[in-house]
């Protein structure tokens, strides 16, 4: 069964940086596009980054020049290295998987698990950002 578990989330300063980190189990991240997602209590789930099987790579308005999203194949881990955070940081992070990349159009990022490209995701991490 595949498993996608995020981890490396924790509190920091403003300014900070924290690297991501999402596992993948009896998957290789040859096969699918992943992105990176966050969401806040009673806000709109944001697609972060993503990262597609030919290699393109997209970031958020918010996220451009502070995060860089890279994958190990090797090790089937896909990061999300983030820079310069700020309190709006603020958020769970989710990895997902799919035959697509989802952008979010509203609501929480548990109605982009449901999508039909969106095949597996995980739990999520917390990254807390304090001023």
Request: contains cysteine; hydrophobic residues 30%.
């Amino acid at each position: 069964e595949v498993q996608l578990v995020e981890s490396g989330g924790g509190s920091v300063q403003a300014g900070g940086s924290l690297k991501l980190s999402c596992v993948a189990s009896e998957m290789t991240f040859d096969d699918y596009d992943m992105g990176w997602y966050r969401q806040v209590p009673g806000k709109e789930c944001e697609l972060v980054s993503s990262m597609r099987r030919d290699g393109t790579k997209t970031y958020s308005d918010s996220s451009q020049g502070r995060f860089t999203i890279s994958p190990d194949n090797d090790k089937k881990v896909v990061y999300l290295q983030m820079n310069n955070l700020e309190p709006g940081d603020t958020a769970v992070y989710y990895c997902a998987a799919g035959t697509g990349v989802v952008i979010p159009t509203g609501g929480n990022c548990h109605r982009v698990w449901g999508h039909r490209y969106i095949r597996y995701w995980g739990q999520g991490t917390q990254v807390t950002v304090s001023s």
